[in-house]
């Protein structure tokens, strides 16, 4: 649950929970009755046993249509930085075809966020940074795709949860304008040689990384196959790295004055690094129960 401040058991425990099953869409549609502002964060990392990211977007899409029957004033919705329908990127093209509906629903009013990817507080809210700290601790060598320079502004997980606060009107008891876009991003964006090197660093690794220029996204994820096999998850697969190198996981609107106030990723990688790493977080256990 959003909240200004950390919730006690209690206050989760009156949390009423309703399933999200996109296939029973009258008891979908029950559970948004009386709802004033719908939060939708639902999305697939991997495309898993035939599902599609079109798919997910038909599905929220759906979940969009059910609001505005049932009342919600306003729907909030987490997207991605730099999204277009025509991306060749199957996650990015998904997350902006969902977020077009949003926009043509009919709703009173909605908002979108855009992050990029979110770290802190716990190794489970910050995969990618945990398991690359993992690597970083074990590995003689850690090797980037192309030259490295690509760069990553993720935002801290209580600044995303101000920023969609703030979209839903959550913190001032009324919605905001009718319409509201903005980046969900941290202040830093480093190049991907400077946040490897500099996690290197926060977990006292002396592992040399490196991006010789040579290396492929595909020749990149097939280096990490050994660790699938031993993990029993997907560490990185091929989207994910094409994406991380595409120069879309960047703000927007990098001159919004909400950025600069943010969390940085690089202090919170100082302040947490002793502990990143530790133990590796498996993706598909978390988000699909494997």
Not at 127 to 155: K, T
Not at 157 to 177: H, K, N, R, T, Y
Not at 234 to 249: R, Y
């Amino acid at each position: 649950p959003l909240a200004p401040a950390p919730l006690t058991a209690a206050h989760v425990a009156r949390v009423e929970a309703h399933p999200l099953d996109f296939g029973d869409e009258s008891r979908l549609g029950a559970a948004l009755e009386g709802c004033d502002v719908l939060y939708c964060t639902y999305w697939i990392r991997f495309a898993l046993a035939g599902d599609t990211h079109e798919a997910a977007a038909d599905r929220v899409a759906g979940l969009f249509r059910l609001a505005r029957a049932a009342g919600v004033r306003r729907v909030v919705f987490t997207s991605h930085t730099q999204a277009t329908e025509d991306s060749p990127y199957p996650y990015i093209a998904g997350k902006a075809r969902a977020a077009a509906a949003l926009r043509a629903a009919g709703l009173p009013s909605y908002a979108i966020a855009r992050p990029c990817g979110v770290f802190g507080d716990t190794a489970g809210e910050s995969i990618l940074m945990n398991n690359a700290a993992w690597v970083l601790r074990r590995a003689p060598l850690f090797l980037l795709a192309g030259d490295g320079l690509h760069r990553f502004q993720p935002i801290h997980v209580q600044d995303f949860a101000d920023l969609l606060m703030e979209l839903g009107g959550l913190d001032s008891g009324a919605p905001g304008p009718d319409a509201q876009e903005r980046d969900a991003c941290g202040p830093d964006a480093p190049t991907a040689s400077e946040l490897f090197q500099h996690l290197a660093r926060a977990v006292g690794s002396r592992v040399l990384v490196a991006a010789p220029g040579f290396l492929s996204t595909q020749a990149v994820t097939k280096l990490t196959k050994p660790i699938d096999w031993l993990t029993g998850d997907v560490m990185l697969d091929a989207d994910d790295l094409d994406l991380l190198c595409s120069g879309l996981t960047v703000a927007n609107e990098p001159d919004d004055p909400a950025i600069a106030g943010r969390r940085s990723l690089l202090k919170w990688l100082d302040d947490a690094g002793p502990a990143l790493g530790a133990e590796y977080v498996s993706s598909v256990a978390r988000y699909y129960g494997r």
